[in-house]
T-cell receptor, first 116, second 115 residues
Framework: AQSVTQLGSHVSVSEGALVLLRCNYS??????LFWYVQYPNQGLQLLLK??????LVKGINGFEAEFKKSETSFHLTKPSAHMSDAAEYFC??????????????FGKGTHLIIQP | EAGVTQFPSHSVIEKGQTVTLRCDPI?????LYWYRRVMGKEIKFLLH????????ESGMPNNRFLAERTGGTYSTLKVQPAELEDSGVYFC?????????????FGSGTRLTVV
């Protein structure tokens, strides 16, 4: 069975500072990896995903994430935080086809707080 | 294109009552998923439809929950009878493929409160 760990339920950064949200996963087979964002009173929006190919993935709104198989990590970064980035962020993993259950396994989420 | 639509957005019901949640996926998306987030917990997978067939319902908590997808279009999730622990946000997602390589588009969710 797979699991996802997001370090820190709340992360606070200053506007303009680097954003780093950590995600580690456990999986017996190579996974597909996702980051979703949820703004207040909205649904989940896909930020980026890794399936195959290049391990550095660029997403929307200036976010990117790097799949590191040796560290079983998929940390999300953004060079310069903006006030509009304040939201809850979810890391999720899906086993590759044939590897088990069809659904996504989510981490508990990280609230990103931007200080002016 | 229109996104994934869920309604109602909020529902407050008494313990023992029945509630039906509806999800309209993106047109042409054969794969439809239901998830639930109980307060303070992670988002949990409930089940997966491919067209009108249940592909994986391993996450359904018990037999008080019944999901259907008529004609492979919209889906409903019925909770009967509702219990206090059923409170949470129910998300629906759809995808053109079932492997995840296309990503999943989520709806805004239905917040269910059982009192």
């Amino acid at each position: 069975a797979q699991s996802v760990t997001q370090l820190g339920s709340h992360v606070s950064v200053s506007e303009g500072a680097l954003v780093l949200l950590r995600c580690n996963y456990s999986s017996s087979v190579p996974p597909y990896l996702f980051w979703y964002v949820q703004y207040p009173n909205q649904g989940l929006q896909l930020l980026l995903k890794y399936t195959t190919g290049a391990t550095l993935v660029k997403g929307i709104n200036g976010f990117e994430a790097e799949f590191k198989k040796s560290e079983t990590s998929f940390h999300l970064t953004k060079p310069s935080a903006h006030m509009s980035d304040a939201a809850e962020y979810f890391c999720a993993v899906r086993l590759t086809p044939g590897g088990g259950a069809d659904g996504l396994t989510f981490g508990k989420g990280t609230h990103l707080i931007i200080q002016p | 294109e229109a996104g994934v639509t869920q309604f109602p957005s909020h529902s407050v019901i008494e313990k023992g009552q029945t509630v039906t949640l509806r999800c309209d996926p993106i047109s042409g998306h054969d794969n439809l998923y239901w998830y639930r987030r109980v307060m303070g917990k992670e988002i949990k997978f409930l089940l997966h439809f491919v067209k009108e067939s249940k592909q994986d319902e391993s996450g359904m908590p018990n037999n008080r929950f019944l999901a259907e997808r008529t004609g492979g279009t919209y889906s409903t999730l019925k909770v009967q009878p509702a219990e206090l622990e059923d409170s949470g946000v129910y998300f629906c997602a759809s995808s053109p493929g079932g492997t995840g390589s296309y990503g999943y588009t989520f709806g805004s969710g239905t917040r269910l409160t059982v009192v």
